[in-house]
C-alpha cells in the first residue's frame, strides 16, 4: 500500500496528531503553500541514539485534518539529522529539495509521491576519515544558492549548492557553534558555546559584530531565530534556561526583552512567519507559549497571549510562512500541529 492516511488519534478542530514508529527531533515544512486540494508536505528526523536513524515525510491535509504516510518518502539517514528545511520557494525547482544536517549537509530530492533521491552530500573535512558533526544549517530565501553551515568545530561554511563547493569558511566563534541564522543576502549571525550573538557580513569577512554576550560567562547560546518580518530584531536562548532574549541589533548588548515564562528549559523559538510583534517558543515544561511584543515592556516583565500543553517536554518547533495558521511541535515520538 503506497500511502496509508493515519486518522490522528487526538483530532479536534485545533490539534492534530502524528504518532511515528521511533523518538522524533529535526522537523521542516514545505515552504511551498498548498493549493487548494493539495497537502502540505512535512518532513520528520528520527532520534535514535545510533548510526542508523530515519527521514519521513508525510502530508498534512488541512481540509480533512488528517496526515497521510507514504511508504516511498521514507529515507535512511546516517546519525539523527540535526536540522532539516525544505528549499526556498525562490529556488523556482519543480520538485521540493529538501536539506539534512549531522556528519555532514545533505540534499534529498523529493519526487512526488514516488521517491526521495540523494543528490549532493557535502563535506568540507580537510581529512577524509573524520568530520566535525553539523549543529545546524540556513537556507538563504534570497539567495538560494546559498546554504551556510555551523559546526562543533567553531566555524561556520557558506556552500554554494548550485557548484557543490565552498564559498567561504571562516572561524566564527572560539567555541562550538550551535546555530546559524541569514538575515540579508550576504549577512548571516550566529550563537555558540562561547555565549555570544555575533553578526557577519560576506562582503568584509574579516571582522563581526558581537550583538549579545551571555550575563554569565561561558553560558552555551543554543539556537538563534531571526525575525524575517522586521531585520531589527533577533531571539536566542541560553543553555537550561526557562528564557527567551530579544534582541534589537541597533542596540547591542542590552536585550529589549526577555520572556520567563516556562516553567522549565526553552528548546526552540520561531518567529511568526505573517506578524513581526510574535514569537512562539516550547520548552521542557511541555508548553508551547505564543508572545506578542509590546512596544513597551511593562515593569512585570510579559505574559504569553496564548498556551498549550503536550504529554510531555516539547524539543521542537516550526512556525512556516507556507502553513502559517498551524504551529508544529515534536515531542517524544509525536508530531502535533496546532491551530493558531
Given at each position: 500500500?503506497?500511502?496509508?492516511?493515519?486518522?490522528?488519534?487526538?483530532?479536534?478542530?485545533?490539534?492534530?496528531?502524528?504518532?511515528?514508529?521511533?523518538?522524533?527531533?529535526?522537523?521542516?515544512?514545505?515552504?511551498?503553500?498548498?493549493?487548494?486540494?493539495?497537502?502540505?508536505?512535512?518532513?520528520?528526523?528520527?532520534?535514535?541514539?545510533?548510526?542508523?536513524?530515519?527521514?519521513?515525510?508525510?502530508?498534512?491535509?488541512?481540509?480533512?485534518?488528517?496526515?497521510?504516510?507514504?511508504?516511498?518518502?521514507?529515507?535512511?539517514?546516517?546519525?539523527?539529522?540535526?536540522?532539516?528545511?525544505?528549499?526556498?520557494?525562490?529556488?523556482?525547482?519543480?520538485?521540493?529539495?529538501?536539506?539534512?544536517?549531522?556528519?555532514?549537509?545533505?540534499?534529498?530530492?523529493?519526487?512526488?509521491?514516488?521517491?526521495?533521491?540523494?543528490?549532493?552530500?557535502?563535506?568540507?573535512?580537510?581529512?577524509?576519515?573524520?568530520?566535525?558533526?553539523?549543529?545546524?544549517?540556513?537556507?538563504?530565501?534570497?539567495?538560494?544558492?546559498?546554504?551556510?553551515?555551523?559546526?562543533?568545530?567553531?566555524?561556520?561554511?557558506?556552500?554554494?549548492?548550485?557548484?557543490?563547493?565552498?564559498?567561504?569558511?571562516?572561524?566564527?566563534?572560539?567555541?562550538?557553534?550551535?546555530?546559524?541564522?541569514?538575515?540579508?543576502?550576504?549577512?548571516?549571525?550566529?550563537?555558540?558555546?562561547?555565549?555570544?550573538?555575533?553578526?557577519?557580513?560576506?562582503?568584509?569577512?574579516?571582522?563581526?559584530?558581537?550583538?549579545?554576550?551571555?550575563?554569565?560567562?561561558?553560558?552555551?547560546?543554543?539556537?538563534?531565530?531571526?525575525?524575517?518580518?522586521?531585520?531589527?530584531?533577533?531571539?536566542?536562548?541560553?543553555?537550561?534556561?526557562?528564557?527567551?532574549?530579544?534582541?534589537?541589533?541597533?542596540?547591542?548588548?542590552?536585550?529589549?526583552?526577555?520572556?520567563?515564562?516556562?516553567?522549565?528549559?526553552?528548546?526552540a523559538i520561531s518567529w511568526a512567519p505573517q506578524?513581526?510583534?510574535?514569537?512562539?517558543?516550547?520548552?521542557?515544561?511541555?508548553?508551547?507559549?505564543?508572545?506578542?511584543?509590546?512596544?513597551?515592556?511593562?515593569?512585570?516583565?510579559?505574559?504569553?497571549?496564548?498556551?498549550?500543553?503536550?504529554?510531555?517536554?516539547?524539543?521542537?518547533?516550526?512556525?512556516?510562512?507556507?502553513?502559517p495558521d498551524w504551529i508544529a511541535i515534536a515531542?517524544?515520538?509525536?508530531?502535533?500541529?496546532?491551530?493558531?
Amino acid at each position: 500500500m503506497e500511502n496509508s492516511t493515519q486518522e490522528s488519534h487526538l483530532r479536534s478542530e485545533n490539534t492534530v496528531t502524528y504518532e511515528s514508529p521511533y523518538p522524533l527531533y529535526a522537523m521542516a515544512i514545505s515552504s511551498t503553500a498548498s493549493r487548494p486540494g493539495q497537502c502540505q508536505r512535512i518532513a520528520l528526523g528520527s532520534f535514535i541514539e545510533d548510526y542508523n536513524n530515519r527521514i519521513d515525510i508525510v502530508s498534512f491535509d488541512s481540509e480533512t485534518l488528517s496526515i497521510k504516510t507514504h511508504q516511498n518518502l521514507s529515507v535512511d539517514h546516517p546519525y539523527p539529522p540535526t536540522k532539516l528545511m525544505f528549499s526556498p520557494s525562490s529556488l523556482h525547482k519543480s520538485n521540493d529539495l529538501l536539506a539534512s544536517s549531522g556528519d555532514y549537509l545533505r540534499l534529498w530530492e523529493v519526487r512526488d509521491s514516488a521517491s526521495v533521491e540523494p543528490v549532493l552530500v557535502l563535506n568540507n573535512s580537510k581529512t577524509s576519515e573524520f568530520c566535525a558533526p553539523l549543529t545546524s544549517f540556513d537556507w538563504n530565501d534570497i539567495e538560494p544558492k546559498r546554504i551556510g553551515t555551523c559546526s562543533i568545530d567553531t566555524t561556520c561554511t557558506i556552500w554554494d549548492i548550485e557548484k557543490g563547493a565552498v564559498e567561504t569558511q571562516l572561524i566564527a566563534h572560539d567555541k562550538e557553534v550551535h546555530d546559524i541564522a541569514w538575515g540579508e543576502a550576504r549577512v548571516f549571525a550566529s550563537v555558540s558555546a562561547d555565549g555570544s550573538v555575533r553578526i557577519f557580513d560576506l562582503r568584509d569577512k574579516e571582522h563581526s559584530t558581537i550583538i549579545y554576550e551571555s550575563p554569565r560567562p561561558d553560558t552555551p547560546l543554543l539556537r538563534l531565530a531571526w525575525n524575517k518580518q522586521d531585520l531589527r530584531y533577533m531571539a536566542t536562548i541560553l543553555m537550561d534556561s526557562n528564557k527567551i532574549v530579544i534582541l534589537d541589533i541597533r542596540s547591542p548588548t542590552v536585550p529589549v526583552a526577555e520572556l520567563e515564562r516556562h516553567m522549565a528549559s526553552v528548546n526552540a523559538i520561531s518567529w511568526a512567519p505573517q506578524s513581526s510583534r510574535h514569537i512562539c517558543s516550547v520548552g521542557d515544561d511541555s508548553q508551547a507559549l505564543i508572545w506578542e511584543l509590546p512596544t513597551v515592556a511593562g515593569p512585570n516583565g510579559i505574559d504569553p497571549m496564548s498556551m498549550c500543553s503536550a504529554a510531555s517536554e516539547i524539543n521542537q518547533l516550526q512556525w512556516s510562512a507556507a502553513l502559517p495558521d498551524w504551529i508544529a511541535i515534536a515531542f517524544s515520538n509525536k508530531m502535533q500541529l496546532l491551530k493558531v
